[in-house]
């Protein structure tokens, strides 16, 4: 001890380490529920401190409970048919549902976060706990709610007794998670697909065949197939009756052995397509993004710089069409429009209806008010950025121009596109010549649409979200005011053009004449009032189309 360094001898001996009285808590496991709670709160965090959107999200519920309930009554009504006949309406009927459930969540991809398996990537969760409450976000809804209660009909429809209900209650389920299931599994693997600008303009063409589907019974009704609508649905039915909606119409009706045994087929189909999707998920999440590719960068002029003076009109114009020919979201509405007036077109030249100059009109008029309602939010597309028209509107006037030249963008298209489609309404209709009063009404139409348009994008404005999906329509909270925005505009629309296709309805040709100064001068006033509207509550819309997506 006395060799001993006086200096080692100054340090402290540390205290000994305390020891913990109690275990520190351990961490709650996340379950499907933390999920549900996440959609819940995003949704009413979304609705707080505004009426508009809250408005908008009664009227989608009330609209949900119509449907679910409509749907539940209808399928419990088939109980009055033959059983033969309910069962086949009931195999359609949850084939439509099927499907519809795993194409329609690709055309809202980019809508609903929870589509997107890329968002959750940063999640510290293993790849099936994910997936289990990915499902549980999915089933979280009014809309899937009401599939539900739509499906559960068949069980009161069609089930006999209190053992075949039970398992017509399980058969029910297994099909509800099934399109679950299904509808997740095609946008998981279709995801990196569908973040690419080609992808999402495949999308936007494949609307038009959407829609075209969507005819098929009446084509088959039209093709001689209507003597015996009966004769129809049986072989539609029986086409379907090995598909999994067919096992579980059957189960559901059958009960016994046929109920297990369609049971468990539609639980193997359920784990083997849950299987599916959990792989496809886990290699989306380790997927390079294909929408992080760069572009290449085009020169800025185009046909406004070449035809318009320098100047905001020009600036417009130039803008807008440079939307309509990059952004998906715009072409939607372009091929939409082509696509309902040339399925009209062909629908009313079927010979049944007397040949006269209406056959031509009706297509093109209607492709006009479609194609006009699309600026039923013209300042939505803009966003955040409208910000900037602060730096050079300072009246009115700036607001009226700004307008004009939107409108003038949409007509650069529009003209010549209802050009074509007035003569071919014409040509179907059996006389070329009647292409002139019908390109004049629809001319006419579409200043009328666009005037209204005007009005309903400062009166009801909302947020278009910058999302990678063509088919976005609004903001979450703000689909009931895209709604009243795009029916007020087409039945303002209509209403308005009244004084024209009312007389050319009557036989009054001549009227036609009149269409396109009558529709010049509605659209100035209705920029003329958009404009003294925008300018005095251009804080109001400025919110509206800023909203938190």
């Not at 048919?81 to 549902?97: C, E, H, I, K, Q």
């Not at 379907?240 to 468990?264: C, D, F, K, N, Y």
């Not at 035809?307 to 905001?312: D, R, V």
Request: charged share 10%.
């Amino acid at each position: 001890m006395a060799g001993r360094d006086p200096q080692m001898s100054a340090v402290p001996t540390p205290a000994p380490a305390p020891v913990p009285t109690s275990a520190a808590p351990a961490a709650a496991p996340v379950g499907p529920m933390v999920f549900v709670r996440l959609k819940l709160r995003l949704v009413a965090g979304n609705l707080r401190g505004s009426t508009q959107r809250l408005l908008g999200f009664v009227f989608t519920v009330l609209a949900a409970i119509v449907l679910a309930s409509f749907g539940f009554l209808m399928m419990a009504g088939l109980r009055l048919t033959s059983p033969d006949l309910a069962v086949d309406v009931v195999t359609v009927l949850l084939t439509f549902l099927l499907v519809g459930w795993a194409i329609v969540p690709l055309l809202a991809f980019g809508l609903d976060d929870t589509l997107d398996p890329s968002r959750l990537a940063l999640f510290p969760l293993r790849t099936g706990r994910l997936a289990t409450g990915m499902f549980a976000a999915s089933i979280t809804g009014v809309w899937p709610a009401a599939t539900l209660i739509v499906t559960l009909g068949a069980v009161a429809g069609l089930a006999r007794g209190v053992g075949g209900a039970l398992l017509g209650v399980v058969a029910v389920l297994l099909h509800f998670a099934l399109c679950v299931v299904l509808s997740r599994l095609a946008t998981t693997a279709l995801s990196r697909v569908l973040r690419s600008r080609k992808g999402r303009d495949v999308l936007a063409v494949s609307a038009i065949f959407v829609v075209l589907a969507a005819q098929l019974p009446n084509l088959l009704l039209n093709g001689g197939l209507s003597a015996d609508p009966q004769a129809l649905l049986r072989s539609l039915a029986s086409v379907l009756r090995w598909t999994p909606s067919g096992l579980a119409a059957h189960a559901v009706a059958g009960g016994g052995l046929v109920a297990l045994t369609g049971i468990a087929v539609l639980a193997a189909l359920v784990a083997v397509i849950g299987w599916l999707w959990i792989t496809a998920l886990r290699r989306a999440l380790v997927s390079t993004d294909a929408s992080t590719q760069g572009a290449a960068v085009r020169d800025s002029g185009g046909l406004s710089a070449r035809f318009l003076p320098y100047g905001p009109l020009a600036a417009v114009v130039g803008k807008e069409l440079k939307y309509a020919r990059r952004d998906p979201r715009g072409r939607v509405g372009w091929f939409a429009a082509v696509a309902v007036a040339g399925i009209m077109a062909f629908s009313i030249n079927d010979g049944s209806s007397p040949a006269s100059v209406g056959l031509a009109v009706a297509p093109a008029c209607l492709g006009a008010a479609m194609i006009a309602i699309q600026g039923c939010n013209a300042f939505g597309i803009d966003g955040r950025s409208l910000w900037m028209n602060t730096v050079v509107y300072g009246n009115d006037r700036d607001w009226r121009t700004d307008l004009t030249g939107r409108h003038l963008a949409v007509a650069v298209i529009a003209v010549p596109l209802l050009l074509a489609l007035s003569v071919i309404a014409a040509l179907l209709a059996g006389n070329l010549l009647w292409a002139a009063p019908a390109v004049l009404a629809a001319w006419g139409v579409l200043g009328v649409g666009l005037g209204m348009g005007a009005l309903t994008s400062v009166w009801l404005p909302y947020t278009v979200p910058e999302r990678l999906n063509a088919f976005t329509g609004a903001a979450p909270g703000q689909g009931g005011i895209a709604f009243a925005a795009s029916f007020g505009a087409l039945l303002g629309t209509g209403v308005l053009s009244l004084p024209i296709l009312v007389p050319m309805g009557m036989g009054l040709t001549w009227v036609c004449a009149l269409a396109v100064p009558y529709g010049l001068l509605l659209s100035w006033a209705g920029r003329r009032i958009a404009a003294r509207q925008a300018f005095a509550r251009y804080p109001a819309l400025l919110e509206a189309t800023s909203a938190a997506t």
